[in-house]
C-alpha cells in the first residue's frame, strides 16, 4: 500500500491566506491570536511540508508566488468548508423560520447550492426566499417584514451597514437571433427607475453621445428577458449564465463599458437561524470567484 500523505493543518492554511490576504505577517498574527514569530514559524512549516516556497517578500509587503497563488485559490473555499462542518457540529442545533429577500437574478445565479448546503447543515430550519427589486426588499426588511436579504448595493440602506459579498462588471444583454442593438435611438428594457443598473445603463449610453429610451420596464430579470429574446430591446445583467438565446454585448457591438457592481447582504433579525444563514451565505460567496475577502 502507498503511504498516505502528509494531512494539512487549517490553522497554517488560514495564517497563509491571511498573510496573502492582506500582505503582513503582523496583521495575519493579530487576526490569529498568535505572536509574528508563531505565525513566521507556521509559514516556513507549511513551506516545508508542501516543498515550495509559497510567499515572497516584495516593496509592499508579502505576495504570493506562483505555487502560493495555486494554494490560495483552493485554501479559501476548502476552509470555509472546514468551518461549517466543525460550526455545524459544535453549535446547538438551529430551527426556526427564516425569510430571506432576493432579486430573482441573484437567486437563479448563486442560490440553489449556497440554499441546498444550509439545508443539509441545518434540516430544521424552514427557508422562506422572497423575489423583488432591491429597494422594495431593503424596505420589506427596515419594515421587519424579512430577516435577511441579498441587494444591489448602491441602493439606500438606513440604520446599518450591509456586508459586501461579490464585486463583477456590469454587462450589455441582447439577443442571439436579432441586432435590435443596432437600432437607433437604442430600445432598453430594464427596472424602475430607482433602479442603480438602470440608472448606470442610461448615464453610460448619454456618456457616449447614444440616444435611447427605455420601452419596456419589469421588476423581475425574467420579464426584461423576455423582452429581449422577443428581439425588441437589449438589458443589463451581471456576469453567469444567460437562458439560451441571449448573448453578451460589448465594445464590438458599439456599446460602452458599464461600471462594476456589488452584491450586499443586510440582516435585520438577530436570531439563530437568521445568524447562521447570513454566515453562510458570507462564507459561500467568499469561497467563490469574484467573491470579496473578509
Excluded at 461549517?84 to 423560520?97: D, H, K, L, M, T
Excluded at 429597494?135 to 436579504?149: C, I, P
Excluded at 451581471?238 to 463599458?257: F, I, M, N, Q
Excluded at 447582504?265 to 439563530?272: D, E, I, N, V
Amino acid at each position: 500500500m502507498f503511504p498516505l500523505p502528509p494531512g494539512l493543518d487549517p490553522d497554517l492554511l488560514r495564517s497563509f491566506v491571511l498573510i496573502a490576504d492582506g500582505a503582513s505577517v503582523t496583521r495575519a498574527a493579530q487576526r490569529v491570536g498568535r505572536t509574528q514569530s508563531a505565525v513566521s514559524m507556521q509559514m516556513r512549516r507549511l513551506e516545508e511540508l508542501l516543498g515550495r516556497p509559497l510567499l515572497v517578500r516584495g516593496p509592499r509587503g508579502f505576495a504570493v508566488t506562483p505555487h502560493g497563488a495555486w494554494l490560495l485559490e483552493r485554501a479559501r473555499p476548502w476552509l470555509n468548508m472546514h468551518d461549517e462542518i466543525v460550526a455545524s457540529f459544535r453549535e446547538q442545533e438551529v430551527s426556526g423560520p427564516v425569510r430571506l429577500g432576493t432579486p430573482d437574478d441573484y437567486a437563479m445565479g448563486w442560490l440553489p447550492e449556497i440554499l441546498a448546503r444550509f439545508a443539509e447543515a441545518h434540516p430544521a430550519v424552514e427557508i422562506e426566499v422572497v423575489c423583488a427589486p432591491s429597494t422594495e426588499l431593503l424596505t420589506r426588511l427596515e419594515n421587519e417584514e424579512l430577516d435577511l436579504t441579498l441587494y444591489s448595493a448602491g441602493n439606500e440602506l438606513r440604520g446599518q451597514e450591509g456586508v459586501a459579498l461579490w464585486r463583477g462588471p456590469l454587462l450589455w444583454v441582447g439577443p442571439v437571433a436579432h441586432s435590435v442593438h443596432r437600432q437607433m435611438p437604442l430600445r432598453l428594457s430594464l427596472a424602475q427607475a430607482s433602479c442603480v443598473w438602470r440608472s448606470a445603463a442610461t448615464a453610460a449610453l448619454d456618456a457616449a453621445g447614444l440616444a435611447w429610451r427605455v420601452t419596456y420596464s419589469s421588476s423581475s430579470q425574467l420579464g426584461t428577458h423576455a423582452v429581449v429574446l422577443a428581439g425588441l430591446a437589449i438589458t443589463v445583467g451581471l456576469e453567469g449564465p444567460l437562458p439560451p438565446g441571449l448573448r453578451v454585448l460589448g465594445a464590438s457591438d458599439g456599446l460602452p463599458p458599464l461600471p462594476e457592481f456589488q452584491i450586499a447582504l443586510a440582516q435585520g433579525s438577530s436570531s439563530p437561524a437568521a445568524k447562521a444563514m447570513a454566515r453562510h451565505i458570507i462564507e459561500s460567496f467568499r469561497g467563490e470567484e469574484g467573491g470579496l475577502p473578509s
